[in-house]
């Protein structure tokens, strides 16, 4: 059947609407039964429940889908439809604008065991095992010549090198500095890991010697006492930065946030 019926008053339904139509969507509860509706080709008036009256279910070829309108919502003469406004240029803006909040600057900071933030991560430096590594360079050198005079002799002078050169890394990554908020840790060993640590509050003196070449070279060793004991609690030895490190750990004393420099 043509759509030749238009709902009076209903913005919802503007469009002309056919019986089956009508009788959907008061089956759905969109619509009610006192709703009056023009009859286009007559032009009188009708109630939908008189046009409805009486029909069977539609079948589904009946073009059922085309109306998925809102549910049923009682209009009377004097309702007003308040019109969608859009959204103010400011907000639109403030949208555009809106940025993810910044993440935490300890989430892009690695964490001890304990779950502290590690503020400071080091190893003693290459430079001071300055005796293996002239050792290193002398067999290399050594190896170099010997390539001329007996080969055999070369290559066991390169292996002596290498061996050497590798047990400088593993003695040098087997020791870790760290210092975090709440202590300074000394950690050592290669299969089994052993530790030394001071609380950052517990600490009495911080004293860093730089002398010789390994002073020349910016290497320095850092000692942390405590009041609990007369001698050295925990030792940084040839590092880089010495004094870097002990101001970290004297701001940390004070309460002083090292992350916000």
């Not at 913005?11 to 089956?20: H, M, T, V």
């Not at 060993?189 to 010789?212: N, T, W």
Request: glycine letters at 8%.
């Amino acid at each position: 059947m043509s759509a030749r019926y238009t709902l009076q008053q209903h913005p919802a339904f503007s469009a002309p609407l056919s019986k089956e139509d009508l009788y959907t969507l008061v089956a759905r509860g969109s619509l009610a039964r006192g709703e009056m509706c023009l009859d286009e080709e007559t032009g009188h008036m009708h109630t939908v429940g008189e046009l409805v009256s009486g029909m069977r279910r539609p079948s589904a070829s009946s073009g059922q889908a085309r109306i998925d309108r809102p549910m049923y919502r009682e209009i009377g003469p004097d309702t007003e439809f308040p019109e969608e406004e859009a959204p103010a240029e400011e907000e639109v803006e403030e949208e555009i604008e809106e940025t993810p909040p910044a993440e935490d600057e300890d989430d892009a900071r690695n964490y001890s065991a304990s779950g502290e933030v590690i503020l400071h991560h080091a190893h003693p430096s290459w430079l001071g095992y300055t005796k293996a590594l002239l050792l290193c360079i002398l067999l290399a050198i050594a190896g170099g010549l010997l390539f001329v005079i007996q080969f055999e002799y070369a290559i066991i002078a390169l292996l002596c090198a290498s061996s050497t050169l590798i047990a400088i890394g593993i003695s040098r990554f087997s020791h870790d500095y760290i210092v975090t908020r709440e202590r300074v840790e000394l950690i050592w060993g290669i299969i089994g890991r052993s530790s030394k640590e001071a609380r950052i509050c517990d600490i009495r003196s911080i004293d860093v010697y730089e002398s010789g070449i390994k002073g020349l070279l910016g290497l320095g060793t850092i000692d942390f006492s405590t009041a609990a004991n007369a001698g050295i609690e925990v030792q940084f030895k040839d590092m880089r930065r010495a004094h870097v490190v002990k101001d970290l750990v004297r701001k940390l004393q004070r309460g002083v946030d090292p992350t916000d420099d």
